[in-house]
Nanobody, 116 residues
Framework: VQLQASGGGLVQAGGSLRLSCAAS????????MGWYRQAPGKLRELVAR???????NYAESVKGRFTISRDNGKNTIDLQMDSLKPEDTAVYYC???????????WGQGTQVTVSS
């Protein structure tokens, strides 16, 4: 499975950004796709995840501000990030996995920087 992420960049606090991730390869068994992030000196954490049936999970810190969506036909996911805060600054990674207990596959990271 290969994951190609796009989007990210620099934005002022309160602004919006959209991340996209396209999956290719042996994706027939992929049930979950999502976004993780890692800030300097911190562990990588789940931001949002969506199942093939559309069930979503969000980190508490992003609930109400971020929205994850999935197009099963195109094998893509998007993460709409609104009301961004400086603490959202991190490298964001796309992830795809068969089950929630797997590590799965990772895309290249994309930098999101929110200035105050």
């Amino acid at each position: 499975v290969q994951l190609q992420a796009s989007g990210g960049g620099l934005v002022q606090a309160g602004g919006s950004l959209r991340l996209s991730c396209a999956a290719s390869g042996s994706i027939f068994s992929i049930n979950y796709m999502g976004w993780y992030r890692q800030a300097p000196g911190k562990l990588r954490e789940l931001v949002a995840r969506i199942s093939s049936s559309g069930i979503t999970n969000y980190a508490e810190s992003v609930k109400g501000r971020f929205t994850i969506s999935r197009d099963n036909g195109k094998n893509t996911i998007d993460l709409q990030m609104d009301s961004l805060k400086p603490e959202d600054t991190a490298v964001y990674y796309c992830n795809a996995r068969r089950s929630t207990i797997e590590i799965g596959y990772w895309g290249q990271g994309t930098q999101v920087t929110v200035s105050s």
